[in-house]
């Protein structure tokens, strides 16, 4: 989930405490009193009746956290926080690193390993839809501002609602919640797309949709990620373009899924995600291969030690049935990093189902000269598989793929098991691995 932490780091370097903020019983009274006064005919009528109650209901968002603030050092917090101590103090993990929680009445706080405050989690909010009770009073003072003049102020209140919601969901987030944190992010996102704002809060619509995407619930990440191209914001290389078509081609959607992909090559040609996805897609759509290599090259380009890229040029090579440059192209992958076996692997495998095709041909054959060159075919490309399969052997160093190679080296040799004593240790020791899935 690196991607999302990417878009929230700006929060945590702007995120400042709230002036003069209220204690929670006392922000409960503003509340009430606001309440009362928007029951009153009166006084319903005008803006700021309404202002100042969406205003109070963020205020007793706000109260439960009191003066701190993210940034905070322990010792400075002690003393914001006066006499109010913790009732615990206990040492979590949160995305692989260490934190210290303390446990407060209403809240936690969390702080890094250098002491600085991350984290400040409500656990007893004054009102449990106190943002969305002040969007709809803003909404309300919208609608009482029969003369526009206030329509400035109403849209810069929603806005700030809305940065309590991304707050909300960079928490969440933090504390491993996905699900919470994308509902808050989807708050964020909408109430800036509606009227009056009509400007979406693009940081928040993407992580929305990254974290239904996440969820894969691709719908709704469709959705948010649409919201971001709508609006012009297409994120890290245009990495928006690659999030949305998967989540057309999860959908079933193909041809959205591919033009999704195009549109974002034309605007980003040097984004490797959208090019791995463009060539994915035509991988396994069997379309248009000369497309395909056109965006290999470009992707070598791009990233010329990247052995991958070669591997995947031989796989296509080797389903189009050109075998010679599927093996050119699986060597080169193994020459530009040796320690990437499946260049290695792609060539044993091709020379071993080569080897199977052509066993099969000659045991249908019945002529015998014909059958014993078939034969010596077969041997020949059973032991072109054996050097590609050692040397992926002894370069990987998962102990599933070892077993995996051992799997083929071991019928090979039991092949020619007879012919020397050599190859009779060699078919024990694969066969050994095999049995006991523990690589020697």
């Not at 052995?307 to 050109?322: C, D, F, K, P, T």
């Not at 050097?387 to 102990?399: D, I, L």
Request: aromatic share 12%.
């Amino acid at each position: 989930m690196k991607k999302i932490l990417i878009a929230l780091a700006v929060l945590l370097s702007v995120q400042v405490a709230d002036a003069q903020v209220k204690s929670p019983a006392d922000s409960k009274k503003a509340v009430e009193a606001a309440e009362a006064a928007s029951q009153n005919p009166k006084k319903a009528v005008k803006v700021a009746t309404w202002t100042k109650l969406a205003g109070a209901y963020v205020e007793a968002f706000n109260a439960p956290a009191g003066n701190a603030w993210i940034g905070a050092g322990q010792q400075e917090l002690s003393l914001i926080m006066g006499s109010e101590k913790p009732s615990a103090t206990e040492t979590v993990e949160l995305m692989g690193e260490p934190f210290t929680k303390m446990v407060y009445a209403d809240k936690n706080f969390y702080f890094n390993g250098g002491g600085v405050l991350q984290i400040i989690e409500i656990t007893n909010p004054v009102y449990e839809d106190a943002l969305d009770r002040a969007y709809d009073a803003y909404l309300k003072a919208l609608e009482v501002d029969v003369k526009k003049s206030k329509t400035s102020d109403i849209i810069e209140g929603i806005k700030g609602v809305a940065s309590k919601y991304l707050e909300a969901g960079m928490t969440y987030y933090m504390l491993g919640d996905l699900k919470t944190a994308g509902e808050d992010f989807a708050k964020a996102a909408e109430f800036t797309a509606a009227e009056p704002v009509s400007s979406v809060d693009t940081t928040a619509a993407y992580n929305a949709g990254f974290a239904a995407w996440s969820l894969q619930n691709y719908e709704e990440a469709k959705k948010f990620f649409q919201m971001c191209i709508d609006a012009g914001y297409f994120y890290e290389d245009g990495e928006v373009y690659a999030k949305i078509s998967d989540c057309y081609s999860k959908l079933g959607d193909m041809e959205n899924a591919r033009l999704s992909l195009e549109k974002g090559f034309q605007a980003y040609p040097q984004s490797q995600s959208i090019l791995i996805g463009l060539i994915n897609f035509y991988i396994e759509s069997g379309d248009n291969p000369e497309r395909l290599f056109t965006l290999l090259d470009e992707a070598k380009k791009n990233e010329p030690g990247n052995a991958s890229l070669y591997y995947v040029e031989g796989n296509i090579y080797n389903q189009l049935g050109n075998q010679e440059k599927a093996v050119e192209a699986y060597r080169k992958s193994h020459e530009i990093n040796p320690e990437y076996e499946f260049g290695l692997i792609g060539i044993g495998i091709l020379y071993y189902n080569q080897a199977i095709d052509l066993q099969e041909k000659a045991q249908a054959e019945l002529d015998d000269t014909k059958y014993m060159a078939l034969v010596s075919e077969f041997e020949t490309a059973l032991r072109n598989a054996i050097e590609p399969f050692e040397s992926a052997y002894n370069v990987s160093k998962v102990n599933e793929i070892k077993v995996n190679i051992a799997e083929y080296l071991k019928n090979i040799y039991y092949r020619f098991r007879e012919e020397s004593a050599d190859f009779m240790a060699k078919y024990e020791k694969y066969n050994e691995v095999v049995a006991t899935g523990n690589p020697l």
